[in-house]
Structures are given as C-alpha cells and as structure tokens.
C-alpha cells in the first residue's frame, strides 16, 4: 500500500511561528550566544561517557565480586541512556555544535548504543518530527500488536492488561536496535528511499550497518568473554541488564512526551492535508514534563522540554529552559496550547492511566 502524502496547513492567519521564530532568534542575537552547545554540553558529554564506559572497562582490568560486576552494568545503563539523550540525540539534529564533523562524531556515538545513524535519522527526524503523533506516519506510535498507544490502532483482548504489562516491554527498546529493529528499518526505508539529506549508497549503508553491529557484538560481548575470567553467561546478562536499564530509562522519557490523553493523535483529511500549521501542530501533540526539576533537566537532555524541541530541534537543549519561557508566553499570547506536567511523577501517572484507557474495548471507552 502507497503511503499517504501529507501536507500542513499553510494558514496561520495569528503569525504565531514567525512571532515566536523572531523572538527566539532576538533572544541569541541579544545575550550574543550561539544556538548550539556550549561548555555545559562539553561537560555532560565527559559525565555521560565516564558512566557509560568507566564501568566496562573496570570488568575488564579488574577482578570484581559477580554482585558488584551487575552493579557496574546497571550504571553503564544509566550512562548509556544517558549519552543518547544528551550527545548522540544533539549530534544528530545538528545542534551539538556549529562545526559538523563535531556534530558527525557526536551522532555516531548512537554505533556503540547498538543503532544506526541512517536509520535514526530516518524515523526520528524525518517521520517523528514531521508526522509527530500522526497514525501511520509516525513510527513512534507503532508497537506492533501487544502494545496500543492511539485509539486509531486496531484493539486486541490482550491490551487490557498493557497498563501493566507495558513496563516490562519497554526495556527491551535497545537491545531490539542491537538484534533485529535495524535491519528491518533500514529494509523499509531503503524501499522507499527515505533518507535526511542525501539518499545513500544501498552498498555502502547496508556495509556499515553490518559491521557496525560485528564491531558492537565483537566490543560488548566477545572481549568481555576473551580478555576476563567472567563466565559467559555473567556477560550475556550483564550485556542485556545494561541494555534493559538504558531501554526503560529512554522509552519512559519518550512515552512521557507524546503518548499521553493530553498528547493529541490527529488524522489527515481524505486528500492528505492536516487541520493545522506544522507549529501548532506540535504545540497540540507534545507534552512537556518535570522542567522545574534540574536533575531532570540536566538528565534527559532537554527531553522533557519536548515543546521546544520539536519547534526548535537545531537548537541545542542546554537552551530549552530560557527559550520555554518565550514558547509558552507566545503560545499563551496566542490563544494556543502548551501543555505539560509540573513533575515527572504526575507525567509517568497519566501515560499509565493512558495505557490504561487505550487497553479498554472501543466501544467501552469513555
């Protein structure tokens, strides 16, 4: 089946986007700062690196009690999240850095968080940023059968129990990119040659998706095993604990912006076309969460400042909190939506109770 072109609505009769695009722009030309990363993003890069790989290369060199080797694997977790959120994601939306190489280098770190650039690119910045929250565009919302995040998704008996079921799935979300999600991404998007920029070489993307992933099997499992005493299946669960704690740190982080009641899931018109501007149309499907907590600002990346990010994703998030303040007031200014929770607490409640309500028979529903 030949997916559906879409197209937004160029009407915007309030000016809203090229209100709040001159006021953020006024804002770096008057403080003289630059709209990518800074020291800050330096310093975090350095932090999110040292808990990622400081741990594997202490199971390497030294000789650790099992309890404190799994301990090691649960903070390379946390690091590992934590460098997509805070490096690869700036990197690959060309906002790490206003030299690209740095960007280049940055993105490519996603290689050994067991994803692909291309692929990411693809789905992320193409179909997610796009299409957000859009029904069979935005591949963000699709989790094949055994999950249901938007009403316009087919109901199956089992999505009852997702609400609880839900979480223990969610860990999974990186080492699918390692085993299977990859490759199966990159098939479909090549097909239908997708690409964010320049369309690849077929032979040269397909060559470095696979040795990238012998490189990544070869680093994380076959060294451990070759170079260290720890038993073979000590590694393989160390391996999948640290993919589980990275998995359910970023796909929370995730559901928490657009999987929500607040998070609107518009349909296009027969002939394709969206009610809104693109602008709005982010405004109406993204959720903000806990931007008053610093650690949780400082942890995600900017993530739970979705609003701004999607509006502005070539800004660095080490600026989303002053630009929030511009967003919202304009949004407010304008008579439009700006949605988000004061606390990541509430957030995580409201996407469970979400779950929840898309796991309940159609015609049962509200």
């Not at 770096?28 to 040292?50: A, P, S």
């Not at 391996?239 to 704690?245: E, R, T």
């Amino acid at each position: 089946m030949k997916q559906q072109t879409l197209s937004f609505s160029r009407t915007d009769s309030a000016k809203f986007f090229r209100t709040l695009n001159k006021r953020v722009n006024n804002y770096f030309k008057e403080n003289d700062i630059k709209r990518t990363g800074n020291w800050q993003l330096w310093v975090k890069t350095i932090v999110m690196f040292t808990l990622f790989l400081t741990p594997y290369f202490l199971l390497l060199t030294l000789n650790i009690p099992t309890w404190a080797q799994f301990l090691l694997t649960i903070v390379m977790g946390v690091g590992m999240a934590g460098v997509g959120m805070n490096v690869m994601h700036d990197g690959n939306h060309g906002a790490f850095s206003n030299k690209e190489w740095i960007n280049r280098i940055m993105g490519s770190s996603i290689y050994i968080l067991a994803g692909n650039v291309y692929n990411w690119k693809v789905q992320h910045n193409v179909l997610h940023h796009t299409y957000t929250n859009i029904h069979g565009h935005d591949e963000d919302l699709e989790a094949g059968r055994i999950l249901r995040f938007s009403e316009h998704t087919e109901w199956r008996k089992h999505h009852k129990f997702q609400h609880y079921y839900s979480i223990l799935l969610y860990g999974l979300l990186t080492i699918n990119w390692a085993i299977t999600t990859d490759f199966q991404q990159m098939k479909r998007y090549m097909k239908r040659k997708l690409a964010y920029g320049k369309f690849p070489n077929p032979v040269v993307n397909w060559s470095k998706l696979v040795i990238s992933k012998i490189i990544y099997i070869s680093m994380w499992i076959i060294l451990p095993m070759a170079l260290t005493d720890i038993a073979w299946y000590k590694v393989l669960i160390g391996f999948l604990l640290m993919h589980y704690v990275a998995g359910l740190i970023l796909s929370v982080v995730f559901q928490l912006a657009h999987v929500m009641d607040e998070a609107e899931m518009p349909l296009p018109e027969k002939d394709g076309t969206m009610k809104n501007t693109w602008a709005i149309h982010q405004l109406n499907t993204t959720v903000n969460f806990g931007a008053r907590s610093k650690i949780i600002n400082w942890y995600t990346g900017g993530l739970n400042h979705q609003v701004e990010h999607h509006i502005f994703p070539h800004i660095s998030h080490i600026h989303y909190g002053k630009i929030a303040e511009i967003v919202k007031s304009t949004a407010k200014e304008f008579n439009l939506p700006y949605k988000e929770y004061d606390t990541t607490r509430k957030a995580i409640a409201a996407h469970f109770r979400f779950l929840k309500e898309m796991g309940m028979q159609p015609a049962m529903q509200a």
